[in-house]
């Protein structure tokens, strides 16, 4: 029962943290495009309206899929150690935790899909190509740390960082770190990495078809995975953290350099974004392998 | 013990008299396939079980008999491949009841066959049930459709030349080690290998490519794809899962074994070139199976080289030496079984419903058929190795093994073929299942029970496996440590690797997940109501096409799938094809045997050919 309690109260906590996230990039994105912006609590409201409103179904694999995409990143989340802890006590695998995450995209996915409109396809096409393009990178770094520390437990990898700043992996590994982060602007799907969306090729790709709490689901489904990426950055490279304040403090640093990043770039075409991600942070980790070995 | 072979053999020949009577074959067929699961259940633990059978006969020295035996990792394959048999041959009764061929008697004797190869303890046996299973998947493929003969033909040639190296491998082995005994030659050679390293590494390396050839492995990766998108689907089904595994059980008990003994110098602490041989072959494998399965359009070709790409994770688990990776590779083999079969299931009952197997032809099946659809999804999460279904848990301990081995480009291939897994296993459900329904299939029906109930038992063995991986681990490892290796017997639920905390609960991983779920519901029964509207509402923004004097089109996205990523591969797919590198074989060896014809067929070539034959007898006469 306490068990329950706690899983529920984690979920919440990393919506919420996810929603505000999503809210103050919003703003800072504004900001630097010399716009005012809306408030921060914006995404709240967004929710609220998007749940509250009537909406369309095409058949039940819609709903079934949404349900998935948002209980596999959540099922993930509870892996995740967030400043230490977890909501039930068990070794934090990260190949669990990568092969966990999949299935909120599967579910995603499954959901555009049956929405059958070929918008959503497209999206789904180009979102499932960029999951190969940077998941090689991203693991190659990952793989290092493994193979450096001895453990693939994503709660050892971050004790082992522990004692100042020096000994952060971010320091100790810096190529590693900046290929990670160049990975890590793919896997949030932001700019330049965002043709699975984009707007205005495809009608925001995936979410053509969505609306009123479906559309609701995939914002919390965003927010989730908001908190799962940031949260597994931090462990590996931040030293995770000894509160939940400076543990979070430390993902919003992460966001921010995506949201910067994202301010600022043009769209690459879903061939080039692999091409780019197979080469530059490809190659930069490869170094970085290559040194923790030797 | 020798009564399970006799009980198929039987079945075989009763069933080849009644042929005509379809009903009456596959009852028989069910019935015996069952006896043979139970036979098999009461044979677990009682691993010094053997049937010998002397003759006086000698070769090369090494003494000629017939045996069977109760070898624990024979056992182990046997086992998990009759129970899925089992349920496919439930699948069979409803699945044939309008089939033009009949396939059963002939898919029993590779049953026979089957039995035969895990349960041989001598090569000369081993040999003898390996050609059997030859030939006669040869007719079970083409099964009176000339259609099919192409594939068929192409995997027959393969086959004899696996057999024929196996052959050598086998009199080779036989005449250096003096024994057919399959474990006595196997320590004979570790022993024996420095006196003769290079007659011994032949013999390995033809044993290997007898193997990967029947497994499919790198350079033969191409039967699967023309043999599975020509045969009986049913057929296919035990093929895809239970036949392509034939070459990594003798890898399991005879390959593996004798290259982890062998005192080989290591490149860079990590392995022998021997082990790096096999993984490379297995990456490989992995990597082309994955990209080639991205660009069919035909389900089952997808799903055949998909088959490729998981060869290649059992490889690289061996590959790796070490006791988690071989446990890993060994328990993926039954995940691969069980998840393969059903997904081959639901494409038959696709199959049988639409009489289609390209699947931009296909599309939105799922509002007709959820039973097949939930069948399949269960399938591709289990060959994604998403959890908490089965095909998680042995890709992890192959990539924990290849991890702690520090055998990097070995391991970021496997990552990379697993998550390229997603893209084409995805594109298939979409495409099959997802999308909108073309007029032509509105009538289709979901498939009578008796298919529909061996697809549920798949979903429940996938779920089983995956939740309590101890199902299959605990047989296993009690299999491994009968043999001799070092090994603790596993628990229910967790799976272990040698690094430090490295232990994962798979029954924690489920409930998070079911957690998951429920709080996902729960927000979604939060929001406000939804309404279910057909599509072209929302598709058309609420305008009735026709009028507007338009046909209401359908757009399903599914033809070249993913036309950008593959234009990225398309130069290096022109430049090299395994596939040009065979035909080209093939047609020089066409250009000569019309001249080899002529040369019998006149009385001087004749005279020619006999006179060569006789010299040859007198030079090998010499030599020896």
């Known amino acids: 029962m306490i068990a329950a309690i706690r899983v529920f109260g984690y979920s919440l906590f990393a919506i919420f943290i996810g929603l505000l996230f999503m809210g103050i990039g919003r703003k800072i994105i504004a900001r630097i495009q010399l716009r005012l912006g809306p408030p921060f609590y914006q995404a709240f409201l967004d929710v609220g309206k998007l749940f509250a409103r009537k909406s369309i179904t095409h058949n039940f694999v819609m709903d079934l899929g949404m349900i998935m995409s948002l209980a596999g990143l959540l099922s993930t989340m509870l892996f995740v150690p967030v400043a230490g802890h977890m909501a039930i006590k068990t070794s934090s695998n990260l190949i669990l935790i990568i092969y966990l995450m999949a299935i909120g995209h599967l579910g995603m996915a499954m959901a555009a899909a049956a929405s059958g409109n070929p918008n959503a396809t497209i999206g789904v096409s180009r979102a499932l190509t960029m999951m190969l393009g940077y998941e090689i990178p991203f693991f190659t770094v990952m793989l290092g740390l493994i193979i450096f520390n001895g453990t693939s437990s994503l709660e050892l990898i971050a004790q082992s960082q522990a004692g100042g700043i020096l000994n952060w992996n971010m320091v100790k590994f810096p190529l590693g770190f900046l290929a990670a982060e160049i990975a890590l602007q793919a896997i949030m799907g932001e700019k330049p990495f965002d043709a699975m969306v984009a707007p205005a090729e495809i009608a925001s790709g995936p979410m053509v078809e969505l609306g009123g709490k479906y559309l609701g689901l995939a914002f919390l489904t965003h927010a989730v995975s908001i908190f799962v990426e940031t949260g597994i950055m931090v462990n590996l490279f931040m030293g995770g953290a000894s509160n939940v304040f400076t543990f979070v403090l430390k993902q919003f640093e992460i966001y921010l350099i995506t949201i910067l990043i994202e301010a600022v770039f043009p769209r690459f075409r879903i061939e080039q974004a692999v091409k780019f991600l197979w080469t530059v942070p490809m190659s930069i980790a490869v170094v970085q392998l290559a040194i923790i070995l030797l | ?624």
């Open chain 2, 1 to 624: 013990m020798v009564e399970i072979l006799l009980v198929p053999l039987i079945t075989a020949f009763i069933s080849d008299i009644f042929i005509k009577n379809k009903r009456l074959v596959w009852f028989l067929f069910l019935i015996s396939n069952g006896y043979i699961l139970y036979k098999l259940y009461s044979l677990y633990g009682k691993w010094d079980l053997t049937y010998i059978l002397n003759t006086d006969y000698q070769i090369f020295g090494a003494k000629l008999s017939l045996g069977l035996s109760n070898n624990p990792l024979g056992w182990y394959f046997a086992f998990f491949s009759a129970v899925v048999t089992l349920v496919i041959a439930i699948f069979s009764i409803g699945f044939n009841t309008n089939s033009k061929g009949n396939v059963a008697p002939i898919w029993m004797l590779i049953i026979f066959a089957n039995l035969g190869i895990f349960y041989a303890a001598d090569w000369i046996t081993f040999f003898m049930m390996w050609e059997l299973m030859g030939w006669t998947s040869f007719f079970a493929i083409t099964n009176g459709n000339t259609k099919a003969l192409d594939g068929a033909k192409y995997y027959l040639a393969l086959s004899l030349l696996g057999g024929s190296s196996m052959l050598i491998a086998i009199l080779l082995l036989g005449a250096y080690t003096k024994t057919f005994i399959i474990i006595t030659s196997a320590y004979r050679l570790i022993q024996l290998f420095n006196l003769a390293e290079g007659v011994f590494t032949t013999i390995l390396l033809l044993f290997i490519m007898a193997f990967f050839i029947k497994s499919a492995i790198f350079p033969f990766y191409m039967w699967p794809s023309k043999v599975y998108a020509v045969g009986p689907e049913d057929y296919i089904a035990f093929m895809s899962s239970v036949m392509i595994k034939y070459g990594i059980y003798p890898m399991a008990i005879f390959i593996v074994p004798v290259i982890g003994n062998l005192q080989l110098p290591k490149i860079f602490n990590a392995g022998n070139w021997m082990q790096y041989f096999i993984g490379y072959l297995g990456a490989l494998s992995a990597v082309v199976g994955t990209l080639l399965a991205m660009f069919q359009t035909d389900m089952k070709k997808l799903f055949a080289y998909s088959s490729v790409a998981n060869m290649g994770y059992i490889l690289l688990g061996f590959a790796s030496m070490s006791i988690v990776g071989f446990e890993g590779s060994l328990f993926h083999v039954v995940n691969h079984i069980v998840l393969k079969a059903a997904i081959f299931l639901s494409l038959a009952a696709v199959v049988y419903r639409t009489g289609e197997s390209e699947m931009h032809k296909l599309g939105g099946l799922v509002y007709k058929m959820p039973i097949t659809f939930l069948t399949f999804l269960f399938g591709i999460i289990a060959a994604a190795g998403i959890p908490p279904l089965n095909g998680f848990g042995s890709k992890w301990m192959i990539i924990q093994a290849l991890m702690e081995k520090k055998m990097v480009v070995l391991v970021i291939s496997m990552v990379f073929a697993s998550t390229g897994a997603f893209m084409y296993l995805f594109r298939a459900l979409v495409s099959i299942f997802l999308g909108q329904l073309p007029e032509r299939y509105k009538d289709v029906k979901e498939v009578p029970y008796t298919m529909s109930i061996p697809m549920i038992i798949m979903m429940g063995l996938m779920l089983l496996i995956g939740v309590v991986p101890g199902v299959v681990m605990k047989p296993l490892t009690i299999a491994l440590d009968a043999l001799g290796y070092k090994v603790d017997i596993a628990t229910w639920t967790t799976l272990s690797s040698s690094f430090k905390n490295a232990t994962i609960d798979l029954k924690i991983v489920f409930y998070m997940f079911a957690m998951g779920i429920v709080v996902a519901a729960l927000m979604y029964l939060f929001g406000n109501k939804s309404e279910t509207i057909p599509q072209h509402d929302n598709y058309t923004a609420g305008e009735n096409p026709i009028e507007w004097g338009v046909d209401a089109d359908k757009f399903n996205y599914s033809y070249s799938f993913y036309q950008p990523f593959k234009e990225m591969f398309d130069p290096l797919f022109e430049r090299i094809s395994i596939d040009r590198f065979f035909s080209s074989i093939g047609k020089n060896f066409e250009y000569i045997s019309p001249t080899i014809q002529g040369l019998y067929k006149r009385g001087e070539g004749a005279v020619l050919l006999f006179s060569i034959g006789v010299l040859l007898f007198i030079l090998g006469g010499w030599i020896l």
